[in-house]
């Protein structure tokens, strides 16, 4: 599970995917089984956290690597790269952003 926290050296990732109510539930399958079964055994990977929004024709994935190198190492990898093509076929668009958390509340 995600502990957010501006403490950290971690590199966050922010990915959103825009898809339809028709795609929707097959790409989360698709982000589940990356996640379950390469993600999260690579190297650097901290933790991740997968939303949908009440329409579904939005997801969010929240995720936290060791090092930005750690998570470009895991985006160039031969099986990341075959997952992806996969993926952006279920979806409009995705685009996974690098952030710093620079705040928290609650």
Not at 4 to 24: K, M
Not at 28 to 37: H, I, M, P, S, V
Not at 52 to 69: F, G, K, L, P
Not at 80 to 88: D, G, S, T, V
């Amino acid at each position: 599970m995600p502990h957010i926290t501006s403490q950290t050296t971690h590199q966050t990732v922010l990915t959103t995917f825009e898809a339809t109510p028709g795609t929707c539930q097959d790409l989360l399958d698709l982000l589940e089984d990356a996640y379950r079964d390469f993600i999260s055994k690579q190297s650097g990977f901290i933790a991740a956290g997968l939303h949908v929004n009440d329409a579904q024709t939005r997801i969010a994935n929240y995720s936290q690597w060791r090092s930005r190198e750690d998570f470009q190492a895991m985006l160039r990898s031969d099986e990341m790269r075959a997952r992806n093509r996969k993926i952006n076929d279920l979806c409009k668009s995705f685009e996974p952003v690098m952030y710093d958390v620079v705040a928290t509340f609650g």
